[in-house]
């Protein structure tokens, strides 16, 4: 594997201006899952102007809808689900202090530019390796929407969580750059 | 006439359910190994590493490899002399809320595709019934993930587009593509047939194992030219670049009307669900 760093969560400014696309990191902390249904939860929220149910300052979130915890165990497999659904709702959570977002897949204009904007870091997880990926997840508790079921806003405490930087805060984005290279 | 109890499909396609989400295919197991000695990419080949590693966790542990446990497709080729007494539409849904329920796996159906609440079951299932000779039951059950069923699409193209049209839509359809289907990608491709029927060959072409070439040598040179045209992309393992783009292209093909020229791609990520029982 290639060199990784090594965060913790919460993330300042300062933290996510020295990734960069490319970059193998491994997260340790808090994060928080939601999907598409919990997004336009806390979008509606955010028009009303209603408090939301978590404070995103400095945090992440994995989009991610774990499967049913077998029992002795701490989750179910747990892999990042396609990131663009949830782009229609990602600026207005960036501009309330959202700093990192887990996923998979490319993002839209809109999230890259209000990524830049408000300085965040947009990480890809390995698709289709929820198995392996629970084991770095060692305690759940759910925060918000338990009626969603998998898409419920879950509190992860994650230990050296393996991530790729995809899109770093100064506009580089290794889905267009890793094509490129590669392309014969 | 054999009669066949119920309660033998209900727990063959509750077993089915659970099997083809814990156990990867060796073919596919074979084929991530393969790609680590192509894949010139670091992040690619840590990628493939992470997939070999997940297979494992997921059979060891007997748990999904995938938190999508998918559709439950179900491909029914039943004998026309055997017989179940009851609906066996109805066992192969009970083995789905039996295999989803009992064998922890996420339960992702709508009731209804807009008014709906998720049916906590997994069920209805799809099922593509067949009706063939003699007194078997074969029955395959091929879960399907939300990312990569996005990603495909049915084209009423021109009789004019010929193969080279086939082709040019693939290729396209798996650069618009890009990272959301989970690659490494399985390509399934339908030529022929009707609207609806474009999109079953596409998704029965899935159900191959990697290295099983269209007996036709024709289209087996079609798919050997697809897969390394696609490899040639440069999108690689998750999208995040790389050569190992695709695993496989399978192609299956049916008589068509003089005037309609249907193509279908159905895409899957490298968690190529399917496993089957025959009863």
Redesign the interface.
Known sequence: ??QAIAINTPLTDEQVMKLKS?D?VLITGRIYTARDAAHKKLHDLIKQGEKLPLDLQGQIIYY???????PG?VI????P??S?RCDPYTPDLLARGLKGMIG???RSKDVLDAMQKYKAVYF?A??????????NIKAVKIVAYEEL??EAIRELEVVDF?V?V?NDAHGND??A???????? | MREVPYNDIVDTVARLCMEANYFLGDDLLTAFRKGLDVE????GR??L???I??AE??KN?Q???????GFAVVFLEMGTEAHVAGDIIEAINEGVRRGYTDG?????ILSDPVKGK?T?DNTPAIVHTTLVPGDKIKITVAPKG??SE?MSEVKMGKPADGIEGVKAFVIDRVIRS???P?PPIIVGVGIGGTFEYVAFLAKKALLRNIGERNPDPFYADVEKELLAKIN?????P??????ITALEVFIETHPRHIASFPVAVNIN???ARHKTAII
């Open positions: 594997m290639a490319g193998s991610a809808g774990p499967a049913p915890t077998k165990y179910g497999p747990a892999g689900t396609t663009g998979k897949g490319v890809a390995t698709g289709g390796a929820a198995a392996l990926i629970s084991k079921g998998p393996p790729i995809a290794l889905y750059e890793g094509m490129k290279k590669y392309r014969r | 010139e990419s670091e992040t840590d990628i590493g992470q997939l590693k997940n966790i997921a542990e748990i999904p490899l995938c938190q999508d446990c922890y796996l996420r339960k992702s998720n906590d939300g990312g996005n890009s990272s959301n989970c040639d992309l440069g999108i690689g998750m999208g995040l670049g790389g050569r990520c490298h968690v």
